[in-house]
């Protein structure tokens, strides 16, 4: 049976409404950095767990805590100038779409079983996002690393941003790619190969930032190679410039930052 979201507790429910007004937003900003063409990315978080005791008693009696896990994704093919909270498609981890008030024929992104094997699989991932990006993709069209030979990249990427096999699209593959190339590095991007970047985050915000950050780098190291060769940067200095960035950087979980 078809879960539905009007079932579920209202402290969920509400959880989803916050998740879809972020996940919409936020998929603006794929335009806005010069990341997408047309309808080629997309964007999904994790909706959080309200704690246990966050609905109150006369609201549907299941435990917040027990009910199945969802994230947020938006609809295939969709123009981004007509995504709204109201269409942002709820799944499962499974990747199943649950009655969740949109259209029943209204389906979701074609990499949602991606994005969900990435939930299922990596606990602490709150958001995925995948985009053909100009440069990154060049990079995966050659499934040559982003070499890690700037600051910028050893402060967010903390290294080189690794290569994923070629996977088909619509079933595990790539998100198997990309937990199997992630697991154990600390980049929060990855090229899968012939197709294009994905990069997590522990939100979608988090993940967007990657996303932006990956392409800016791909293109930047793209340029220095056209004048010589790029200089790697040591590896103990790569250590130090991610760690002070992730632990020291900007202003700490000030969410205006
Ligand atoms: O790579 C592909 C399809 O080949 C996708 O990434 C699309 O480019 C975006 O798909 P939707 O999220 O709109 O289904």
Redesign the pocket.
């Known amino acids: 049976m078809t879960l539905a979201l009007t079932e579920l507790p209202e402290a969920v429910q509400e959880a989803v409404a916050r998740t879809r007004e972020r996940v919409a937003a936020l998929h603006a900003e794929l335009p806005r950095n010069g990341l997408v063409v047309w309808?080629?990315?997309?964007v999904s978080e994790r909706v959080p767990r309200p704690s246990a005791d966050a609905s109150p008693a006369s609201t549907p009696s299941a435990d917040p805590a027990e009910t199945p896990e969802l994230f947020v994704i938006?609809?295939?093919?969709?123009s981004y100038d007509d995504l709204s909270p109201e269409n942002m498609v709820v799944c499962t981890l499974d990747g199943e779409k649950i009655a969740d008030g949109t259209h029943e024929a209204l389906s979701p992104?074609?990499?949602t079983a991606a994005h969900a094997y990435v939930y299922r699989h990596m606990d602490h991932v709150g958001g995925v996002v995948?985009t053909?990006s100009t440069y990154a993709t060049a990079w995966a069209a050659r499934g040559e690393e982003i070499p890690c030979v700037l600051t910028m990249m050893a402060d967010e990427f903390g290294g080189p941003i690794p290569v994923g096999p070629l996977a088909v699209?619509g079933d595990d593959s790539i998100g198997r790619g990309i937990v199997e190339t992630l697991r154990g590095s600390r980049s929060r991007a990855v090229l899968m190969r012939n197709?294009?970047p994905f990069t997590i985050g522990r939100d979608a915000r988090d993940a967007v930032k990657a996303a932006v950050m990956c392409e800016e780098v791909a293109r930047t190291v793209h340029v220095s190679r056209q004048l010589g060769q790029e200089l790697e940067i040591p590896e103990n200095l790569v250590d130090s410039l991610f760690e002070r960035y992730q632990n020291v950087y900007g202003q700490g979980d000030d969410p205006r930052a």
Do not use: E, R, Y
């Open positions: 309808t080629a990315g997309n938006k609809p295939s093919g969709v992104s074609s990499d995948h053909h699209i197709h294009g």
